[in-house]
């Protein structure tokens, strides 16, 4: 559910560092952690990489999500992209004309990674368990085989509300340690009302973690800058984002969009272009499931620009033409939108 790499001044090899670095500067657990106040990144024993950057720096990044009355900016999706902050800046916007779609913009892709690495972890990664939730170092691990990392596994996000309740109450139930930036997250959509503790219930304290509505769908993107391997996150790189993330919007609230899309995938493609695409996504470490997939399909062949897209044509009677796939969709979409208005 995010933008997979070509982030610009970054190669495959240099954005494998980010996450470590995000996740040993939170929680000290990664392999090869130096001194107090300074992480490496990479494995244990690498020779090559990012610099090291302070564990001050991330933490006063997260420091602001604990400042009482952050704003909340209420205004129509035509005027988001206008009204992005140009620096480091941790904002929630209500969108005022999408009822229950709220944009997180966090400030920075490693303060980003921070709050929702295991989120991803739990709720869509492949080879990861979704019954529990799992330490940092093996959510690292995990990215390394992709060669991804935790901060990268987050360039952008989207999850309803009811799945960030979920890694919470999954959490509380196995009495797992949040980190810094869970629990940064935890109190930022507390505080503003996507997510609460309900009492009555079996789990700790005899309270639970639920979403205050099943319809609340939240979108983040990080705060434009140099992340700490390198990738640069401009004001075009995070549009891109920006609009991939909000594609997953349309297909979480739009069930006629979202009808279409799966009755292409099914009806329209052959098993051998299903599995070529599930083959794609699932090597970038998306769990293989339709749930996953067939909404990731949609938002890389309709809501990411060209130099973003990871998805490539696999020729051959086993591949897959990308071009001929989006001119489908596309035209699958349009003819729902016209039944849908008739």
Known sequence: MRIRGRLPGASSRARAGVANVACATLMGVCAGVPAPGVVASGASGASSGPAAVPISTLSAELASAFVPDIEVVRLPLAQLVGALPPGPTLRLYAITDQ??????????LAAQGAMFSRVVALIERRDMPHDR??????????????????????????????????????????????????RALQALLTRWGLIHREAGATGEGGTTWRAASSRDFLVTIPGMGKGPAGEVIDAQVRAAILSHELGHWRFFSDPAYAHA????????????????????????G?????????????????????????????????????????????????????????
């Open 133 to 182: 939730v799992v330490s940092m170092s093996a959510v690292a691990a995990n990215a390394r085989r992709f060669g991804e990392d935790p901060a990268g596994l987050t360039a952008g996000n989207n999850f309803s509300a009811a799945q960030i309740a979920q890694f919470f109450e999954v959490a509380q139930r196995q009495r797992a340690s949040l980190t810094e930036g869970e």
């Open 99 to 108: 009822p229950g779609l709220y944009v997180m913009h966090a400030p920075s």
């Open 261 to 284: 899309c799966r009755t292409f995938w099914w009806h329209q493609l052959t098993h051998t272009e299903r599995e070529a695409l599930t083959g794609e996504l699932a090597g970038m």
């Open 286 to 342: 998306y769990d293989p499931s339709d749930r996953i997939v067939i909404d990731e399909m949609q938002a890389y062949l309709l809501h990411t620009p060209a130099r973003f897209m990871p998805l490539a044509d696999q020729p051959g009677a086993g591949g897959v033409d990308i071009a001929r796939v989006k001119r489908g969709l596309e035209l699958s979409v349009r003819n729902a939108g016209r039944n849908a208005g008739q």
